[in-house]
């Protein structure tokens, strides 16, 4: 397993391009299920992830096509789709295969895709997705650790999510777009990826309004036709590298981002002292400046347009850094403060109550041999091995690849230093 090992202490500056958005570039993929014809899409990161869903749709036989090395866009043809299954050995690397569940049983009348277990961050059930497939008519039974799902045609129907989810909506969104009838998914998730999940349908033919809103309508088609679609930045991404320019910097120039979604992580880092310019003349840039001195903020995650809880752990590393003491509240999974542990082997002042982090700062960090224990908990650790004394090694940087494009490449093009040390090959 690969590591990391970064020397701390070295100031950021200069010029990083953002990717395309993981989480958007999931649903678009699984998406293209929806139609034979060919689906283009552009602005794809080269995140294993992205690499693993490419491997579920090549599993079904669908036909996934890439012009450059690495894939930075892909054709993606669902024609001859002969196994409508995500199995086990794939799900249980990515719980986002669940988003075929929806596209395939609305396309081809049944699916069969593996129940995702527990993971590091919580218990993450499916069972809304599952209820609201059942309001759409559709028959599923659980069967050897796969959903079995099955339904002659979806027809539309009126559905509350009782909780908000993402790929819940998602999932319900693709089925929903070849259903019978007109469907009204209530409590809705906002988040910008939804939205270009239904600018991409829309494009395939798809009838849907209020995508944002907590209330989506769509009218079901029979069928739908390729389309060319380019995946939005990647806002967790850009927030990763405005808190490195907060912490590290400098002054770092983030482009092809999408500031209007970055709104919450902004002005949390404008309440801790640090300075953030948009470009009048391009809106796809910001610029971050480390302020003399970061000052405390609470934060509490929450579902969008409110603080990401994928950005907790880059934030809690901040926190660290920062004048006073920072309360930090995960609302949104059960189990995310799994880096709070190794950011105290740090050195870092927290204490845990219940789902919040208490940080005092600021605190010299040391380094120290650490592990990551998911993708966003990866990025906190990397964020406070920016700034610690000596060298950090974290283990398990798998968990980083899955959803940062080359983000020790980016780093050091911006002077940090970071090695990766792959097992097996000659140093
Ligand atoms: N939930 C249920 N039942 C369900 C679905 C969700 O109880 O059927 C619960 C979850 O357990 C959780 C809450 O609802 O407590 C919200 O979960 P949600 O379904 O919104 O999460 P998700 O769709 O599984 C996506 C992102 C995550 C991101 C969350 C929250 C993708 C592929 N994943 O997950 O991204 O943290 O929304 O914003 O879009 C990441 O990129 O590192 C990542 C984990």
Request: glycine share 8%.
């Amino acid at each position: 397993m690969d590591q990391f090992k970064i020397r701390g202490g070295r100031k950021l500056n200069g010029e990083v391009r953002i990717s395309g958005a993981k989480n958007a570039a999931l649903p678009a993929m699984a998406a293209a299920l929806l139609t034979p014809e060919p689906v283009h899409l552009k602005n794809i990161p080269h995140v294993r992830d992205i690499i693993t869903m490419a491997k579920l749709l090549a599993h079904m036989r669908c036909r996934v096509e890439s012009p450059d090395i690495p894939p930075s866009a892909f054709v993606i043809q669902a024609e001859t789709v002969s196994l409508a299954e995500a199995p086990y050995e794939l799900v249980k690397t990515m719980r986002a295969s669940v988003l075929t569940l929806g596209p395939l049983l609305a396309r081809f009348g049944h699916a069969r895709v593996s129940l995702p277990g527990g993971c590091a961050i919580g218990a993450r059930p499916i069972d809304l997705h599952i209820q609201a497939l059942e309001k759409l008519g559709a028959t599923i039974s659980l069967d050897h650790g796969y959903v079995e799902a099955r339904a002659k045609r979806l027809r539309g129907a009126r559905f509350r999510f009782p909780k908000i989810t993402v790929t819940g909506t998602e999932n319900i969104l693709t089925a929903a777009v070849l259903a019978e009838g007109e469907t009204i998914l209530e409590n809705a998730a906002l988040e910008p990826e939804i939205v270009d999940l239904a600018e991409l349908l829309v494009k395939m033919g798809a009838k849907i309004e209020g995508a944002g809103t907590p209330t989506i309508r769509v009218e079901g088609v029979p069928e739908l036709h390729g389309a060319e679609h380019t995946i939005i930045p990647d806002r967790i991404e850009a927030g990763t590298f405005l808190v490195a320019g907060a912490m590290a910097g400098g002054e770092l120039t983030l482009t092809h981002c999408a500031p209007q979604h970055l709104g919450s992580v902004i002005a949390k880092l404008r309440e801790c002292g640090v300075d953030i310019r948009c470009n009048a003349d391009d809106p796809s840039i910001l610029r971050v400046r480390a302020p003399k001195r970061l000052v405390a903020a609470d934060v509490i995650t929450e579902e969008y347009p409110g603080f990401a809880t994928d950005m907790q752990a880059q934030f809690m590393a901040l926190a660290t850094q920062a004048e006073g003491v920072s309360r930090i509240c995960e609302t949104i999974f059960e189990n995310r403060m799994l880096h709070a542990v190794e950011l105290m082997r740090m050195g870092a002042n927290i204490k845990i109550e219940g789902n919040c982090a208490v940080v005092t700062g600021p605190t010299p960090l040391t380094g120290a041999p650490v592990t990551a224990s998911d993708l966003r908990a990866s990025a906190g650790l990397v964020l406070a091995a920016l700034v610690a004394n000596n060298t950090t090694t974290i283990d398990r940087v798998y968990h980083i690849d899955r959803g940062y494009e080359r983000i020790e490449e980016k780093l050091c093009d911006l002077g940090a230093s970071i090695e990766r040390i792959s097992p097996g090959r000659d140093a």
